[in-house]
T-cell receptor
Framework: SQTIHQWPATLVQPVGSPLSLECTVEGTSNPNLYWYRQAAGRGLQLLFYSVGIGQISSEVPQNLSASRPQDRQFILSSKKLLLSDSGFYLC??????????????FGDGTRLSIL | AQSVTQLDSHVSVSEGTPVLLRCNYSSSYSPSLFWYVQHPNKGLQLLLKYTSAATLVKGINGFEAEFKKSETSFHLTKPSAHMSDAAEYFCVVRLNTGGFKTIFGAGTRLFVKA
């Protein structure tokens, strides 16, 4: 079965510092991968999605970026963190292809606090 | 335009009583519908999904949901709440056309009182 690994589970960073969050998946090939953010008390905001290696689509303009260097690796980065970047970051996958009823599956997330 | 509305931001029930979490959707196309649960500091876990087969869908942990096209609703129910059901629940729509976009509801926080 497919699994999603995210690390670290929690992270405390100062304003202006860089960021790298990693998501790796197992048990599937060529998945679509997603980065979401949940701010405190709010729903999910789609940040980036990728349909393949090197293919990144950005949903929200911001100081974050994403990369997909390998089929099963999805990285979220920032050169300089802002206070507003605090939140719970979730990686999700869905099977490749436009299949009816395709659910997304989520990792356990990274709690990012900016000080 | 496609949208998902969870009608209650918070629901409070007593342990052993029924749970009803309401969800309405708007879609020009026949969508797939999902319910997810999120416990604190955890990812979203799939509870159940509707994909145009049976309109009454059974999921994990005793939850079920009924798709009502005439009411554009997909409400989540459970006959008897357990303390471990306290969590946030998300109703999700996936459009089965075009870009196959996934739309998340804002979430409903379920509180279960002893």
């Amino acid at each position: 079965s497919q699994t999603i690994h995210q690390w670290p589970a929690t992270l405390v960073q100062p304003v202006g510092s860089p960021l790298s969050l990693e998501c790796t998946v197992e048990g599937t090939s060529n998945p679509n991968l997603y980065w979401y953010r949940q701010a405190a008390g709010r729903g999910l905001q789609l940040l980036f999605y990728s349909v393949g290696i090197g293919q990144i689509s950005s949903e929200v303009p911001q100081n974050l970026s994403a990369s997909r260097p390998q089929d099963r690796q999805f990285i979220l980065s920032s050169k300089k963190l802002l206070l507003s970047d605090s939140g719970f970051y979730l990686c999700a996958l869905e099977q490749q292809g436009r299949v009816v009823g395709q659910p997304q599956h989520f990792g356990d997330g990274t709690r990012l606090s900016i000080l | 335009a496609q949208s998902v509305t969870q009608l209650d931001s918070h629901v409070s029930v007593s342990e052993g009583t029924p749970v009803l979490l309401r969800c309405n959707y708007s879609s020009s196309y026949s969508p797939s519908l999902f319910w997810y649960v999120q416990h604190p500091n955890k990812g979203l876990q799939l509870l159940l999904k509707y994909t145009s087969a049976a309109t009454l869908v059974k999921g994990i942990n005793g939850f079920e949901a009924e798709f009502k096209k005439s009411e554009t609703s997909f409400h989540l129910t459970k006959p008897s709440a357990h303390m471990s059901d306290a969590a946030e629940y998300f109703c999700v729509v996936r459009l089965n056309t075009g870009g196959f976009k996934t739309i998340f509801g804002a979430g409903t926080r379920l509180f279960v009182k002893a």
